[in-house]
């Protein structure tokens, strides 16, 4: 069964810069297409960012210009560069399938605040 282990939250002023790894345990992580998901405190979890097996990207409007997604299949490892953060983006952070229908992980928690 596939493990998702998601790493690199904090705390950051606005304008900051953070960069959120997930590692994924299993064989099918190449072939399948990941995103990143947010969850903010009263709100149901979004999808933020998602890769495809080879490479292609897609972002939420709220954060297109701002985070990246990229991928390291080698290493079985999503990662996304988060840039010129807003108090708004404050969330749990979580990596699954594009689908959503892996196994979540605990998240990692993302605060923005001066």
């Known amino acids: 069964q596939v493990q998702l282990a998601e790493s690199g939250g904090g705390l950051v002023q606005p304008g900051g810069s953070l960069r959120l790894s997930c590692v994924a345990s299993g064989s099918i992580f190449s072939i399948v297409s990941m995103g990143w998901y947010r969850q903010a405190p009263g709100k149901q979890r979004e999808l933020v960012a998602a890769?495809?097996?080879?490479?292609?990207?897609d972002y939420a409007d709220s954060v297109k210009g701002r985070f990246t997604i990229s991928r390291d299949n080698a290493k079985n490892t999503v990662y996304l560069q988060m840039n010129s953060l807003k108090p708004e983006d404050t969330a749990v952070y979580y990596c699954?399938?594009?689908?959503?229908?892996?196994?979540w992980g605990q998240g990692t928690q993302v605060t923005v605040s001066s």
């Open positions: 890769i495809s097996s080879g490479g292609s990207t």
């Open positions: 699954n399938a594009r689908t959503g229908r892996l196994p």
